[in-house]
């Protein structure tokens, strides 16, 4: 069983960067394989799908943190990051990792991020 391990979030006032990292928990499991997720979800709603990178190190993102998250995977350390700057306090929510494959799905823990003064 491979888990996903989350790092990174926290309390940072508006206008503050965090990034958070999704580490793979066994070394035959390569994140550089996969499609990875981020996800998020706020009390009260639904997860919301916040940024994806896919073969060939194709990026998405969601439209309300464009520009300002940037999603990116570290091959060596079987990791994968997204770097969340200008936050504002609608980005507060737990934050998921997510990584897929052929008969694979799998999530990290979760992490909490606020964004408040």
């Known amino acids: 069983q491979v888990q996903l391990v989350q790092s990174g979030g926290g309390l940072v006032q508006p206008g503050g960067s965090l990034r958070l990292s999704c580490a793979a928990s066994?070394?035959?499991?390569?994140?550089?394989?996969?499609?990875m997720y981020w996800y998020r979800q706020a009390p009260g709603k639904e997860r919301e799908l916040v940024a994806t990178?896919?073969?060939?190190?194709?990026?998405n993102y969601a439209d309300s943190v464009k520009g300002r998250f940037t999603i990116s995977r570290d091959n060596a350390k079987n990791t994968v990051y997204l770097q969340m700057n200008s936050l504002k306090p609608e980005d507060t929510a737990v934050y998921y990792c997510?990584?897929?494959?052929?008969?694979?799905?799998?999530w990290g823990q979760g992490t909490q991020v606020t964004v408040s003064s």
């Open positions: 997510n990584a897929r494959g052929t008969f694979i799905n799998y």
């Open positions: 990178i896919i073969s060939g190190d194709k990026t």
């Open positions: 066994r070394r035959t499991f390569s994140i550089n394989n996969m499609d």
